[in-house]
């Protein structure tokens, strides 16, 4: 949990640098059992998550905010997130076009889209030769090429992908 936490807290400095905000309202969709959302705090939380036993997790902690359905399922709240996320979901996404559309429309002008996929072309991927590929939990692969191609979905601009650095530098000792 200490990586998770050390990368949710890195995302979670990075919205706050892009965005200015420090509250507003956030969705998080595939939200697990709400581990992202709980270090967002200051944010009024909503997530969409389709395993029930996880939603369950996260409904425990924040009610009706949670919400077990695909992200096509979702009711669109028109201009109502300032942030929302997509961490390894559109990799599950039958049309991940029509999720990221979808999405837009559910952003306030200037909202921030965070999309995180797994690479398959990375060399963790590569010595291990993973495949991402498994249906039905990766029926998208994505590379760093994806970012060079032109994508409109509306929005203003899309930025490369960042290094997260998920693994810290200094691990804390015992």
């Known amino acids: 949990m200490y990586f998770l936490n050390h990368y949710y807290n890195k995302l979670k400095r990075e919205i706050y640098r892009i965005t200015g905000k420090t509250s507003g309202n956030i969705l998080d969709v595939g939200c697990s059992g709400g ?8 944010w009024n939380r ?5 395993s029930d036993k996880e939603a369950s997790i996260a409904k425990s902690k924040y009610g009706d905010n949670i919400v077990s359905v695909v992200i096509e399922n979702y009711p669109v709240r028109e201009s109502f997130f300032d942030v929302i996320t997509l961490q390894d979901v559109l990799d599950h ?3 991940p076009t029509e999720v990221i559309d979808s999405c837009y429309k559910m952003l306030k002008p200037g909202g921030l889209i965070i999309i995180k ?5 990375c060399l963790y991927a590569r010595i291990r030769d993973l495949r991402f590929d498994n249906v039905p939990f990766g029926r998208t692969q994505f590379a760093p090429t994806l970012w060079t191609k032109s994508v409109t979905v509306g929005a203003q601009s899309l930025r490369p992908p960042i290094d997260w650095d998920i693994i810290p530098t200094q691990v804390p000792k015992r």
């Open 117 to 121: 996929v797994h690479d398959i072309s």
């Open 93 to 95: 996404c039958i049309n």
């Open 35 to 42: 581990y992202f959302l709980d270090i967002m705090q200051e």
């Open 46 to 50: 909503y997530g969409i998550e389709i």
